[in-house]
């Protein structure tokens, strides 16, 4: 199993980016995936789920109206969709496939959000 998370980068309050995470060695279409992220100092966070077929969402209380998760089954890959971003936004993104007790993780994508 490999996932890889790609996108993250600096951007200023308000601004928008598009995280990715490609995903191989598994059937990506038969499994619900996640994003997390991890802020210095906290914990590991869920930030948005999506089911396998249906794409049934899951959304934080923190990003809900503001983040979109979606999921291309043809091309193995999740996306998150991060419009007006705040400071508190500013985080290690994870993506999560849970093939097994707490999940594979991709290496994760730095997003940082400040002017």
């Known amino acids: 199993v490999q996932l890889v998370e790609s996108g993250g980068g600096l951007v200023q309050p308000g601004g928008s980016l598009r995280l990715s995470c490609a995903a191989s060695g598994f059937t990506f279409s038969s499994y619900a995936m996640s994003w997390y992220r991890q802020a210095p100092g906290k914990e590991r966070e869920l930030v948005a789920a999506i089911t396998s077929t249906r794409g049934t969402t899951y959304y934080a209380d923190s990003v809900k109206g503001r983040f979109t998760i979606s999921r291309d089954n043809a091309k193995s890959t999740m996306f998150l969709q991060m419009n007006s971003l705040k400071p508190e936004d500013t985080a290690v993104y994870y993506c999560?496939?849970?093939?097994?007790?707490?999940?594979?993780w991709g290496q994760g994508t730095q997003v940082t959000v400040s002017s």
């Open positions: 999560n496939a849970p093939l097994r007790p707490g999940g594979y």
